[in-house]
């Protein structure tokens, strides 16, 4: 089975106003929506969209988190939340030819609450692979995703993290199956700028080094690309109007776990992240698998030395 993790969830309220906002003054919106929000929910509603089940686990509380809930339900999508007092977080998106996000800091957690979830991720077997993404609450150990990376290590679980800082720098050492960053963020892990697939390939084999099994590495419009132990891939990304970048790296990584739980070739694998991850950029909501579908022979993967 598969599980994804968010720590932090949300319900997403997206505000689009045809006019420029004004700070100060009565702004009326032309359209308003709301969806589930953080990493791991993306991961589980893209892999629903593509057919592939999961089941969501995290922090939910209130009528927020009863929101969450339902709207996953409704999608098909089996959860196992931890409930907890306080409100799940409500983050507010206003689009107005560019987009502005304010992300609510989110409820406190206990150490009962924590340990519940920690006692779900220790029922994981050898067979389960667990999706790890997002942000830890302020209330949580800054360990979090150490201690859960060592569950997951001890009871054979694979995982995939997705994460920024030391938050991926130090689950290294527990091996996760699969990580990705963008370039960005890459550069960031080392103190440099990257901007071409030859600057991150020897970086992305750094992390390699350092214990990650499979590493891929998102560069926007510029392509993409996988590196673990044996082989070194580049793609092409399609070509398209690019309406929201929210859930593009989370589509990936579902695309990606989707395609290998069934084929276990790792080449197409990536060639479904990168179009799983272009989909959802071309879209004002998630990827659907029929866009993913249309868009994958314009992702061409081409193969690299893999001596770094």
Same mark, same amino acid.
């Given at each position: 089975?598969?599980?994804?993790?968010?720590?932090?969830?949300?319900?997403?309220?997206?505000?689009?106003?045809?006019?420029?906002?004004?700070?100060?003054?009565?702004?009326?919106?032309?359209?308003?929506?709301?969806?589930?929000?953080?990493?791991?929910?993306?991961?589980?509603?893209?892999?629903?969209?593509?057919?592939?089940?999961?089941?969501?686990?995290?922090?939910?509380?209130?009528?927020?988190?009863?929101?969450?809930?339902?709207?996953?339900?409704?999608?098909?999508?089996?959860?196992?939340?931890?409930?907890?007092?306080?409100?799940?977080?409500?983050?507010?998106?206003?689009?107005?030819?560019?987009?502005?996000?304010?992300?609510?800091?989110?409820?406190? /957690?206990?150490?009962?609450? *924590? +340990? $519940? &979830?920690? =006692? !779900?991720?220790?029922?994981?077997?050898?067979?389960?692979?667990?999706?790890?993404?997002?942000?830890?609450?302020?209330? /949580?150990?800054?360990?979090? *995703? +150490? $201690? &859960?990376? =060592? !569950?997951?290590?001890?009871?054979?679980?694979?995982?995939?993290?997705?994460?920024?800082?030391?938050?991926?720098?130090?689950?290294?050492?527990?091996?996760?199956?699969?990580?990705?960053?963008?370039?960005?963020?890459?550069?960031?892990?080392?103190?440099?700028?990257?901007?071409?697939?030859?600057?991150?390939?020897?970086?992305?084999?750094?992390?390699?080094?350092?214990?990650?099994?499979?590493?891929?590495?998102?560069?926007?419009?510029?392509?993409?690309?996988?590196?673990?132990?044996?082989?070194?891939?580049?793609?092409?990304?399609?070509?398209?109007?690019?309406?929201?970048?929210?859930?593009?790296?989370?589509?990936?990584?579902?695309?990606?776990?989707?395609?290998?739980?069934?084929?276990?070739?790792?080449?197409?694998?990536?060639?479904?992240?990168?179009?799983?991850?272009?989909?959802?950029?071309?879209?004002?909501?998630?990827?659907?698998?029929?866009?993913?579908?249309?868009?994958?022979?314009?992702?061409?993967?081409?193969?690299?030395?893999?001596?770094?």
């Amino acid at each position: 089975m598969i599980y994804t993790l968010t720590l932090n969830p949300s319900v997403d309220y997206i505000v689009k106003l045809d006019n420029t906002i004004h700070i100060g003054e009565l702004n009326r919106s032309s359209s308003e929506t709301k969806f589930p929000g953080g990493k791991g929910i993306n991961v589980s509603r893209v892999l629903n969209n593509i057919g592939i089940k999961s089941k969501a686990l995290g922090f939910v509380g209130g009528f927020t988190g009863a929101y969450i809930e339902k709207y996953l339900r409704n999608e098909g999508i089996e959860t196992n939340f931890v409930q907890i007092d306080e409100d799940t977080r409500i983050n507010v998106k206003l689009k107005t030819g560019q987009e502005t996000e304010i992300n609510a800091k989110g409820p406190a /957690l206990s150490i009962e609450h *924590y +340990e $519940e &979830l920690k =006692e !779900i991720v220790r029922s994981l077997t050898d067979e389960d692979v667990l999706v790890i993404a997002g942000s830890i609450p302020a209330t /949580l150990p800054k360990t979090t *995703y +150490e $201690e &859960l990376a =060592e !569950i997951c290590s001890n009871n054979g679980t694979a995982f995939m993290v997705d994460a920024e800082g030391d938050l991926l720098m130090k689950v290294l050492p527990y091996k996760p199956f699969l990580i990705k960053p963008n370039h960005h963020e890459l550069g960031d892990l080392f103190g440099t700028t990257l901007s071409t697939i030859e600057e991150v390939i020897p970086y992305a084999r750094k992390l390699i080094d350092k214990g990650a099994k499979n590493v891929i590495v998102s560069l926007a419009g510029d392509g993409a690309v996988f590196v673990n132990e044996h082989t070194v891939f580049t793609s092409t990304v399609p070509k398209g109007e690019v309406k929201s970048s929210v859930g593009a790296g989370d589509s990936m990584v579902a695309g990606f776990l989707a395609k290998y739980t069934v084929s276990k070739n790792i080449q197409g694998s990536f060639q479904y992240s990168v179009a799983a991850g272009s989909a959802t950029a071309f879209s004002l909501d998630l990827c659907t698998k029929e866009l993913i579908e249309e868009l994958l022979s314009q992702v061409e993967i081409s193969e690299t030395s893999s001596k770094i």
